[in-house]
């Protein structure tokens, strides 16, 4: 079981940054991938980015290549998600997830999410 905390949402204006973080708990291992993802109103929810645990490899939607950064701190059992160039279309509810496998390129088998937290970019 792993549980999971997010916090770092708020309101930006258009081409400013924010960080999200979520706190982890519970069995983590380097067997885990954690991700980001996001849902806006009135559309399903969508794969941001995803890390491995051990931090070697990570995952981006294209939307996204470039201007989002996911890294982790082992030592704080947290993963980040770093936001720059922010758009309009970012706007959305973020959560963190969890997944027992190394598959890191596949946005489906996670088993455990945050609450979510708020993100909104104004133009």
């Known amino acids: 079981q792993v549980q999971l905390v997010e916090s770092g949402g708020g309101l930006v204006q258009e081409g400013g940054s924010l960080r999200l973080s979520c706190a982890a708990s519970?069995?983590?291992?380097?067997?885990?991938?954690m991700g980001w993802f996001r849902q806006a109103p009135g559309k399903e929810r969508e794969f941001v980015a995803a890390?491995?645990?051990?931090?070697?490899?990570?995952y981006y939607a294209d939307s996204v290549k470039g201007r989002f950064t996911i890294s982790r701190d082992n030592a704080k059992n947290t993963v980040y998600l770093q936001m720059n160039s922010l758009k309009p279309e970012d706007t959305a509810v973020y959560y963190c997830?969890?997944?027992?496998?190394?598959?890191?390129?596949?946005?489906?088998?996670?088993?455990?999410w945050g609450q979510g937290t708020q993100v909104t970019i104004s133009s």
């Open positions: 997830a969890a997944k027992y496998s190394t598959n890191i390129a596949t946005p489906a088998g996670y088993g455990y």
């Open positions: 519970g069995r983590t291992s380097s067997s885990v991938t």
């Open positions: 890390i491995i645990w051990t931090g070697r490899s990570t």
